[in-house]
């Protein structure tokens, strides 16, 4: 038998890890304030890793944009592999030239380029997805508060989020 709704389930799953970094802040601001002994100075480090916590779970939730689309990511040693109803691939990480984010798409996609090969086209929602955050936070340079800002902003064209240093960039046709 299920007492929470399933918006309310999936919402908070969204953003588990702001939820756990309050709950330990709470508990260690209780410690500290209330405890005696090596508790407060316990409380007072569970509340700094709470604190941290909650900003990387803000991070994080804000890139989640749920699941249910078409196909599957994976994310293994460097590699992201996505297996769609249509189209797939695998890039290796350090292959990488740039990434971009698609919002005419439907549902957005992130483009995923490499030298010499077909661009990637990964769907925001697609099952798995949301591992693409700690995969694109090693792309050296990468500004995630741009990437996540883009993906909040809409747009009707599509955004370079990042692009390794040294690539030969297309000429420009305007």
Do not use: C, K
Not at 9 to 32: K, Q, Y
Not at 106 to 111: E, G, L, S
């Amino acid at each position: 038998m299920n007492f929470i709704r399933p918006e309310l389930r999936s919402a908070a799953w969204r953003w588990r890890e702001v939820l756990t970094g309050l709950a330990a802040s709470a508990i260690g601001v209780w410690w500290a304030l209330a405890a005696r002994g090596i508790l407060p100075y316990l409380g007072v480090l569970l509340v700094a890793a709470g604190a941290v916590l909650v900003f990387v779970g803000v991070q994080r939730g804000r890139f989640r944009s749920g699941a249910g689309g078409p196909g599957v990511v994976q994310v293994d040693e460097g590699q992201i592999a996505y297996f769609g109803p249509l189209t797939g691939g695998v890039v290796a990480l350090e292959e990488l030239s740039a990434l971009s984010l698609d919002p005419t798409a439907r549902p957005p996609h992130w483009v995923l380029s490499q030298t010499g090969a077909a661009d990637l086209a990964v769907p925001v929602n697609a099952e798995g997805a949301d591992a693409l955050f700690d995969a694109f936070a090693q792309l050296p340079g990468l500004r995630t508060g741009r990437m996540l800002a883009e993906l909040e902003r809409p747009s009707s064209f599509p955004v370079l989020i990042w692009e390794r240093e040294g690539t030969p960039r297309p000429a420009r046709l305007n």
